[in-house]
């Protein structure tokens, strides 16, 4: 039993209702046979009966008028004397043995039997003749292989059209499940293309007001609620990445401001606090800075303005503003141009050396290439690599390795996130490996390639 319940569960909702439709046709189909075989065999004999019975009736009624009846026409007839001898025709056998015959005038004997004179399936009926008709019996035979023929075609109708009846609601469960559940098919394949980039899609509505068409309102309600929320987490976040800059920026001044005093009266200890306060200072306006972007592109508003932009002179200018320490930075190979909103470049670019010169120990290194159609920018630095066990989540928001969650390890884990919301915004395509070119980590972006203008 487990295994079925078991295979049932695995099969579609289409095939197991077909199943059951014919499982069920399979079922009622020999009850329906046999409950017509029982009707027409009770039907076919009370006529077979009847038949015998008129024939006696007309005989008794010759008799008692003083007419010798015509035994050898129709149904095999025979009259009998009072003890039991064959008087009509002369010469015959019985039909039916002396101690079966009935005891009173009027009293019916119905036997099956096989009557030479007939055949193999017969029904004799016997009646005992009134004193008016000469005392004695009528007995009439008549043949039963009509019934015997129908039983046998119902037979053969359950054996061979059955299995043909049983198909036929099968495929008809088939098609009937395959329009009953169309509304659901289509709701299925709308539901697998909704994500949060589109909120605002609803499943079809099927018409009526079935159960599907209850389930596909209570399916829309519920992606309303849900855009609701999205909506709001994300107004959320914007407004409050807005509030954070204000008083970030206000802060930061405030502290140059005490630092430059502090530095003119007392230098030592309260400098390096006020630098530490700078750099948690920059660190929480990078995340503010983050966290808007990714607001921005979860709301569909992250490339605003697009233009044409130089690959080559966007990272000339991400390197000379990048601060790389002791790591050398170094740009290779051939122009290239995307259409897209220059500051989202900017910060793509900014984002990737960033994170190659985090990692680094002496070398990063940015290579431009063209592949067909597209643009690709490929980083590469001679640093640990990516921790391979968060290196498929490497693109996840807040996703840090074990040894760059510490303040000076590493960031907030937004880096890469805010490069593949850009990437996708761009409609390109991202890569993460590790033992690349300088061994260590490698980040390569494709992107859709400018057409060339005029």
Not at 383 to 399: E, I, K, M, Q, Y
């Amino acid at each position: 039993m487990k295994a079925l319940a078991a295979l049932a569960a695995r099969l579609s909702l289409r095939v197991r209702l077909t199943v059951l439709s014919a499982l069920g046709a399979a079922l009622v189909l020999p009850l329906v046979v046999l409950l017509l075989q029982g009707a027409v065999r009770d039907a076919l004999n009370d006529a077979v009966t009847a038949e015998l019975r008129v024939r006696a009736d007309d005989v008794a009624a010759e008799l008692g008028a003083g007419v010798t009846p015509v035994v050898t026409d129709g149904l095999v007839t025979q009259v009998l004397a009072p003890d039991g001898t064959v008087v009509r025709p002369d010469g015959a056998d019985p039909l039916v043995g002396s101690d079966e015959l009935p005891e009173r005038a009027g009293d019916e004997l119905v036997r099956d039997r096989a009557v030479p004179a007939v055949g193999e399936h017969t029904r004799v009926l016997a009646r005992r003749l009134t004193a008016r008709a000469g005392g004695g019996w009528v007995v009439v035979a008549g043949s039963t292989s009509p019934i015997v023929e129908v039983e046998r075609r119902l037979a053969v109708l359950l054996g061979v059209a059955g299995p043909l009846l049983v198909l036929a609601v099968a495929a008809t469960a088939w098609m009937l499940t395959r329009s009953a559940l169309q509304p659901v098919r289509r709701m299925t394949r709308r539901a697998s293309t909704i994500s949060l980039e589109e909120p605002r899609e609803r499943l079809p509505q099927p018409p009526g007001g079935d159960e599907i068409a209850e389930l596909g309102r209570t399916l829309n309600g519920m992606l309303d609620r849900i855009e609701q929320t999205v909506a709001h987490e994300r107004a959320f976040v914007d407004d409050a990445s807005h509030e954070l800059r204000t008083p970030i920026a206000v802060l930061r001044g405030e502290l140059e401001l005490a630092r430059m005093e502090l530095a003119a009266r007392e230098p030592g200890d309260p400098l390096r606090a006020i630098d530490s306060a700078l750099e948690e200072t920059d660190r929480l306006a990078r995340i503010t800075e983050h966290l808007l972007v990714l607001a921005r592109a979860d709301a569909g508003r992250l490339a605003d303005t697009r233009e044409r932009v130089s690959l080559m002179t966007a990272t000339a200018h991400v390197i000379d503003r990048v601060d790389a320490g002791n790591v050398q930075l170094q740009v290779t190979g051939v122009e290239g141009h995307v259409v897209a909103d220059p500051d989202l470049v900017d910060q793509l670019l900014t984002n990737l050396v960033g994170n190659a010169v985090r990692f680094a120990r002496t070398t990063v290194r940015v290579g431009i290439r063209i592949e067909g159609d597209a643009v690709v920018v490929e980083v590469d630095d001679d640093g640990p690599g990516f921790d391979p066990a968060v290196l498929d989540r490497a693109l996840d928001r807040f996703s840090r390795s074990g040894t760059s969650r510490t303040r000076s390890g590493g960031g907030a884990g937004l880096g890469l996130a805010i490069v593949a919301a850009i990437v996708d915004s761009l409609d390109g395509q991202i890569e993460l490996e590790n033992d690349g070119l300088l061994g260590g980590a490698t980040v390569t972006v494709h992107l859709p390639r400018a057409s060339r203008p005029g």
